[in-house]
């Protein structure tokens, strides 16, 4: 834990895992901190969609429920694609992965855990800045 702390992770990303990291269980941390993108997004959009289809419904350039930016120019929309693409990169790389493959099969080492844990934080950071897009302003 004090690892990560000093990559000064998102608090929601310790709330999420803080026992697993406590007991070093690094597998079910990752696991459980890459569910936290989808449970804050759901609670931010008030979707109930799951995984890649609430990412894509929620950060859709052309109906964006959320916004990283004003959706104005090609660079923030490029951005915004950006944003949704690596949600959708965590959610396959760490949370299906933790989801579909047993722990003995898929070692996770204590550095793994925490380069995964602090690209978590990075989007967690990045949420913190989005808005509600109103409905007027949706394409």
């Not at 949704?84 to 992965?97: F, P």
């Not at 925490?114 to 897009?133: E, M, N, P, T």
Request: aromatic fraction near 8%; include cysteine.
């Amino acid at each position: 834990l004090l690892k990560l702390q000093k990559l000064h992770p998102h608090e929601y990303v310790i709330k999420c895992c803080r026992e697993e990291l406590l007991t070093e269980n690094y597998f079910h941390a990752v696991h459980e901190a890459a569910k936290s993108l989808e449970d804050r997004v759901k609670t931010m959009s008030e979707l109930s969609l799951s995984g890649t289809k609430l990412f894509d419904a929620v950060f859709c350039t052309s109906s964006s429920i959320l916004a990283l930016n004003s959706l104005r120019t090609d660079t923030e929309k490029n951005q915004q694609n950006g944003f949704r693409e690596m949600l959708n990169g965590v959610y396959h790389m760490y949370r299906n992965v933790t989801a579909h493959e047993l722990k003995i099969k898929w070692m996770i080492s204590e550095s793994d855990a925490l380069d995964a844990l602090k690209i978590i934080s990075v989007l967690h950071y990045l949420l913190d800045q989005c808005v509600i897009v109103p409905k007027s302003e949706k394409n």
